[in-house]
């Protein structure tokens, strides 16, 4: 399949983020559109504005890397947006096949020694793949999102939690947030896999159920979940002011690890102890050992 239109929408999105100020450029006279011309980027970029054009209708197939940075430099792409742009001119070239990640089996099971590496770990962590599915947590990890999986039939999914339970809004405390950065997620998933079914049959759903998904999915953002900081408020311990850091798993594709801390001494690493007991105590209640 030409994925001509998602090229187009990609780079009409980014120019359309970048102003003329901050492209350096001088602003003459009333604009009619947001962002950049395409004349403006096309002399950033070095090249003609017919050429930049007609890669921007989607014609990426065989553009040299040369052309595509020049592009990236344009329209100020960061890190996470310069490699979906490299991405999609692959696809586009039908050399897709040749990064693509490798299937992995449908129902995905966790490894008992991934689950001991997990159950390890003192702090929450959980392992997530591109889907935003929620494989694998060990047991701080599975108190601290007890939500999602109180609201998941089956296999809980993040951007399905976000955008169609209720229990969101309160879980983040900047719920615009959290779901632009999910939805960004899937959307560099899509650019990394665009052949996963489970993918596009999540989007469909959610473009489906979801005016805030199908708005934010249009945007065309993308981003690299690698460090950083979140909030949440837990239903039992409250607020939760955590730093994260991402790693993948070599072993499982498209697989990561995301382990959560507190600053030591902080109000939230005393909740995490409080976090800690409540968990182990939910754990060994009659109704959690007839599960």
């Given at each position: ?20 100020e ?35 209708r ?26 979906h ?44 793949n591109?889907?935003?599915d ?39 405390p ?6 632009d ?38 945007a ?72």
């Amino acid at each position: 399949m030409s994925n001509r239109a998602e090229v187009h929408d990609f780079l009409t999105t980014r120019r359309a983020k970048i102003t003329p100020e901050q492209a350096g450029l001088p602003v003459a006279g009333q604009r009619r559109v947001p962002g950049l011309r395409r004349s403006e980027v096309a002399a950033l970029a070095g090249m003609s504005v017919e050429y930049y054009a007609k890669l921007e209708r989607g014609a990426l197939a065989g553009v040299s890397a040369g052309v595509l940075e020049a592009i990236a430099r344009a329209l100020q792409l960061d890190d996470a947006e310069r490699a979906h742009l490299m991405r999609l001119a692959q696809e586009a070239s039908g050399t897709s096949a040749l990064v693509r990640p490798s299937r992995r089996p449908r129902q995905w099971t966790v490894r008992p020694s991934l689950q001991w590496t997990l159950d390890t770990i003192t702090a929450p962590a959980i392992v997530v793949n591109n889907r935003q599915d929620l494989l694998a947590a060990n047991l701080l990890g599975r108190a601290m999102y007890s939500d999602v999986y109180a609201g998941a039939d089956g296999v809980p999914n993040f951007g399905r939690y976000t955008f169609l339970d209720s229990t969101a809004h309160r879980f983040y405390p900047d719920w615009d947030l959290a779901a632009d950065m999910t939805v960004a997620n899937l959307r560099t998933a899509a650019g990394k896999d665009p052949h996963d079914k489970g993918l596009h049959d999540l989007v469909g759903e959610l473009s489906t159920r979801s005016e805030d998904f199908r708005r934010r999915w249009s945007a065309h953002n993308v981003r690299i979940h690698g460090t950083g900081r979140k909030t949440f408020h837990h239903q039992v311990v409250g607020s939760l002011e955590l730093a994260y850091e991402t790693m993948d798993l070599r072993a499982d594709d498209g697989a990561a690890m995301t382990l959560y801390a507190a600053q030591p001494g902080s109000p939230t690493a005393q909740a995490l102890t409080l976090l800690a007991s409540w968990a182990a105590t939910s754990e060994n209640s009659p109704a959690a050992s007839q599960r």
